[in-house]
């Protein structure tokens, strides 16, 4: 199976910085095949990002998806009070569909 | 509005087995997979498995097939999961969730507590 290994483990920065989150995958990823998840404390996840780039309706452009290969990046450009949680990478291409062990993004 | 509901908070002891619903509205069941992901305490997200509720087919992690089943009621727009002869390492938020491009929609958990 595909392992991805997201760092840091720990983020702490204040609202309005910049964050950047990584995933990296034991394998190639198809492009289409990468997403990305929010998720609060007693909550579901949320998608944010999916075929690596898109975003769903109604997630604010201020959260950007990039990458290829094994490397892919969460980018969130200006950090807002409700983006402190955790987010995971998960892929979607070759089964089973793997999860990373996720960033918690604090607050400074 | 696209949504799943799932069953309440279960408390079974080892040993036991557990089935957990998963109910949705705002589409139609059989038009997207159902895919059930777990998240022990402290844990990474985990994929057990998935049901295409337009014909039945399904399709389980290595690690839990034998032990885990995926149904539907296509009638009751309803998907279940059951859990055979648990282990106190089956204690886990359990979530259903529609696989659209990918997993786009998810239920609000189901705590399953395994505890003698």
């Known amino acids: ?108 | 509005q696209v949504q799943l509901v799932q069953s309440g908070a279960e408390v079974k002891k080892p040993g036991a087995s557990v089935k957990v619903s998963c109910k949705a509205s705002g589409y139609t069941l059989s038009s997207y997979a159902i895919h059930w992901v777990r998240q022990a305490p402290g844990q990474r997200l985990e994929w057990m498995g998935w049901i295409n509720p337009g014909n039945g087919d399904t399709k389980y992690s290595q690690k839990l097939q034998g032990r885990v089943t995926i149904t539907r009621d296509t009638s009751a727009s309803t998907v279940y999961m059951e859990v055979r002869s648990l282990r106190s390492e089956d204690t886990a938020v359990y979530y259903c969730s529609r696989f659209a491009v990918t997993l786009d929609f998810w239920g609000q958990g189901t705590l399953v507590t395994v505890s003698s």
């Open chain 1, 1 to 108: 199976e595909i392992v991805l290994t997201q760092s840091p483990g720990t983020l702490s920065l204040s609202p309005g910085e910049r964050a950047a989150l990584s995933c990296r995958a034991s394998q190639s990823v198809c492009s289409t095949c990468l997403a990305w998840y929010q998720q609060k404390p007693g909550q579901a996840p949320r998608l944010l990002i999916y075929r690596t780039s898109s975003r769903p309706t109604g997630i604010p452009d201020r959260f950007s998806g990039s990458g290829s290969g094994t490397d892919f990046t969460l980018t969130i450009s200006s950090l807002e009070p409700e983006d402190f949680a955790v987010y995971y990478c998960q892929q979607y291409g070759i089964s089973p569909i793997t999860f990373g062990g996720g960033t918690k993004v604090e607050i400074k």
